[in-house]
Structures are given as structure tokens and as C-alpha cells.
């Protein structure tokens, strides 16, 4: 079984910075990609950051500039660095990992988010 566990999140003013960690865990082979995804309260869930495993990125451009996506692969760890935080950006934000278990199946797998606040 694999699973992914975020962390970090919290209340912020706007203009400050918050970090968010991602660790996925279990028999797990290899990972493809990690992404970022956030959910505002009654918008659709979107893409904000995604690193592959050879460590292309890709953002959204809203927060292009402000966030910064990395990951330590020994560690099957990723992490979401956010500067510069806007009321805008509050939401949700879920890890998912793209994944081959240890039994060489393809696997989606979602954390259960954190929720980031950005008072103005």
C-alpha cells in the first residue's frame, strides 16, 4: 500500500511565506511525478505545481515567480515552498504522487490536503 501525507500548512498574513512538505511512503518502486493541487472553497480543484522525476517543473501561472516546487528523492519527499502569499491563494493544497508500487502497478495517490489561509 502506498500513501501520501502533507504537512505545513496554516494561517499566514498576505506577503508572508509558508512551506508544505508531501512524503509518500510504502512499496513503492519508483515515482514518476509529484504535483501540487489546490482547492478554494467553491472552485474546482487546480494544478499548481508538478516535478518530475528527472526534476522538470511546471506552474501554474499565478503562482509563477512565488512558489517553488522541489523534492529530494531519496527520501520520496516533495516540497512546495510559497513566498510572497496573496488572500487569493487560500485553499486546500493536495500532494499527489504518480507511482509505481513494488509490484509494478501504476498508482494515483492523493494526501488528504492542507489547508493554507492567507488573511489580507
Known amino acids: 500500500q502506498v500513501q501520501v501525507v502533507e504537512s505545513g500548512g496554516g494561517l499566514v498574513q498576505a506577503g508572508g511565506s509558508l512551506r508544505l512538505s508531501c512524503a509518500a511512503s510504502?512499496?513503492?518502486?519508483?515515482?514518476?511525478?509529484m504535483y501540487w493541487y489546490r482547492q478554494a472553497p467553491g472552485k474546482q480543484r487546480e494544478l499548481v505545481a508538478v516535478i518530475t522525476s528527472g526534476g522538470r517543473t511546471n506552474y501554474v501561472d499565478s503562482v509563477k515567480g512565488r512558489f517553488t516546487i522541489s523534492k529530494d528523492g531519496a527520501k520520496n519527499t516533495v516540497s512546495l515552498q510559497m513566498n510572497s502569499l496573496k488572500p487569493e491563494d487560500t485553499a486546500v493544497y493536495y500532494c499527489k504522487g504518480d507511482v509505481v508500487s513494488g509490484l509494478g502497478r501504476f498508482l494515483e495517490v492523493w494526501g488528504q490536503g492542507t489547508l493554507v489561509t492567507v488573511s489580507s
Open positions: 510504502g512499496t513503492i518502486f519508483s515515482i514518476n511525478a
